[in-house]
């Protein structure tokens, strides 16, 4: 990807905002870590996460944690409805989302709405959230503000 001004720019943007961004929920906790972690009831096995899940209230607003354009919307499976927002060599993820309000393409600004939060058959409503900086995961939770 080329750096231009504008993507260098808005990539230190980003960057300078660790640990400040706005949670991509009102509400909610951190109900699934970054990395591997021991499975729940499964003993010697462990899960692998590429961001971290945060339990909500149902039908919650999921927002854009930074200014960027949204790159791509769609069905993952295992994820449901997921919106892949740029900010410039960044990329922030949502998955787990019942209705999205945004088209590819289009720019968006720190918490704007960008969909609403799905509630699973047990009913927990959860979104995974992922942080990238190129092509490498990164953990999530150094880059939203304390609550």
């Known amino acids: 990807m080329p750096m ?19 949670w991509p929920v009102a509400s909610g906790f951190i109900s699934q870590k970054f990395g591997s972690t021991p499975h729940p009831t499964l003993k010697g096995y462990t899960i692998d996460n ?4 945060i339990q909500t209230t149902a039908n919650a607003d999921v927002r854009a944690v930074f200014d960027g354009v949204v790159m791509k919307v769609a069905t993952v499976p295992g994820y449901g ?3 892949l927002i740029k900010h410039g ?3 922030t993820m949502y998955s787990r ?4 309000t945004v088209k590819s393409g289009q720019t968006v600004k720190a918490r704007d709405v960008i969909g609403k939060v799905a ?11 992922e942080t990238w900086k190129g ?3 990164m953990n999530p ?6 609550k």
Do not use: C, M
Not at 97 to 100: G, P
Not at 141 to 146: D, E, F, T, V
């Open 89 to 91: 060599e960044y990329f």
């Open 97 to 100: 989302l019942k209705t999205i």
């Open 119 to 129: 509630t699973n058959k047990d009913g927990i409503s959860e979104v995974h959230f």
């Open 135 to 137: 092509l490498t995961p």
């Open 50 to 53: 590429d961001g971290i899940d």
């Open 81 to 83: 409805g997921t919106v």
């Open 4 to 22: 231009t001004p504008e993507v260098a720019a808005l990539s230190a943007s980003f960057a300078g905002n660790r640990g400040k961004l706005p």
């Open 141 to 146: 939770a150094s880059w939203l503000a304390g």
